[in-house]
């Protein structure tokens, strides 16, 4: 067996653990690190909206740059919404403050009617916030990533409207009107392999997918619904120069079919068994998580046992990135943040 490697830049090790090569101790960043909970966020925040904020490259790139220097962070990941890239598509959206659709998705000629858009020319302000973040990361050696929004998580807002805990018209149309649904997923699969590969070619080393609400469908219709279009970004997505992360929130009934979908890592929420997954599915993927966001409220050494815990649970996967199992939640304290990433660099180093 070769010796494991010594001296790891930050971005050679998140690289590697995603692709399932040998690394000194798991990387660490966490999902929403930058945001509402850091002061100097909201100092950075304050007098713009947050569409303004989104589309502001200074300002996006400076809070996009925060959690590396604040609270010890190991990655980047760029200021941005899942919903950036679709009012262009001449969809009327606003934020109060999740996304509002002003016309909801409801019949084919709608889904028909979206615009065709290149996301290079229609949101050339994100690639601009990639290519600067990229450029002032390189001497530090700090990896960034970029993300998109999953299709069906798309879905459900353009369909709903807003945001739902049982989004009953989604799934009403999923079951009266299949082949709507069917044309704005294949719509919105398009979208999101042409966003994430013009993020790649912007420069980001790793992009993850977010699927907030496929957890709301039983594995079943997960497997019909949502898999189809996540093993198609898989394939489309340029993985050779950025490795793949899904991350599907309330997802514990689906693990297995996400170790399924192609993607370099899956990523798990809270309620997952980690141990579990490691050994099920360790050995075809990476793991990221997952941490509970509320966990971040303990004191500092029991989130180093924790920590601990988490990483021994992970240990038979080919894997590790250490995570939250949610984003970082806006009462979250900067001091548990802080020891979730102290905790990480003080693991015992691999041998």
């Known amino acids: 067996m070769s010796p494991l490697p010594t001296d790891l830049t930050p971005a050679e090790r998140l690289l590697r653990t995603c692709r399932g090569e040998p690394v000194d101790r798991p990387p660490v960043w966490l999902m929403r690190q930058a945001g509402r909970y850091l002061p100097e966020y909201r100092q950075v925040r304050e007098g713009t909206t947050f569409l303004e904020m989104c589309r502001d490259v200074e300002r996006a790139v400076t809070v996009s740059l925060q959690p590396v220097d604040l609270v010890g962070t190991e990655a980047v990941i760029m200021f941005q919404d899942i919903f950036t890239p679709i009012p262009a598509l001449g969809v009327d959206v606003d934020f109060r403050p999740g996304p509002v659709v002003a016309e909801p998705l409801r019949t084919l000629a709608q889904v028909e009617a979206l615009k065709k858009i290149d996301a290079r020319e229609s949101v050339p302000f994100v690639f601009e916030i990639v290519k600067v973040l990229r450029a002032e990361l390189a001497s530090r050696h700090i990896p960034l990533l970029g993300f998109a929004g999953a299709p069906f998580t798309l ?4 369909v709903e409207g807003q945001g739902s805990k049982s989004f009953s018209t989604l799934k009403r149309m999923l079951h009266r009107e299949p082949a709507t649904l069917r044309a704005l997923l294949a719509r919105l699969t398009d979208l999101t392999v042409d966003y994430l590969n013009a993020q790649i070619e912007a420069g980001a080393q790793v992009v993850q997918l977010f699927d907030t609400w496929a957890g ?3 594995a079943a219709e997960y497997r019909e619904w949502v898999l189809p279009g996540h093993q198609e970004i898989a394939a489309r997505v340029n993985r050779a120069e950025a490795p793949l992360i899904l991350y599907v929130n309330d997802g514990a009934h689906v693990v297995a079919e996400m170790a399924a979908a192609g993607a370099d890592v899956i990523s798990l ?6 141990a ?3 050994k099920e599915h360790g050995s075809r993927v990476s793991l990221q998580g997952n941490f509970d966001p509320c966990g971040l409220h ?5 989130i180093f046992e924790q920590v601990r815990a988490l990483a021994e649970a992970a240990a038979p996967a080919r894997g590790h990135v250490l995570n939250l199992g949610h984003g970082c939640l806006p009462d979250t304290p900067v001091e548990g943040v802080r020891a979730f990433t102290d905790a990480a660099r ?4 691999r041998s």
């Open 276 to 278: 579990s997954a490691a």
């Open 216 to 218: 709301l469908l039983s």
């Open 155 to 158: 879905a459900a807002y353009l």
């Open 346 to 349: 003080a693991l015992p180093k």
């Open 269 to 274: 929420d809270w309620r997952c068994d980690l």
């Open 298 to 302: 303990a004191p500092r050494d029991v």
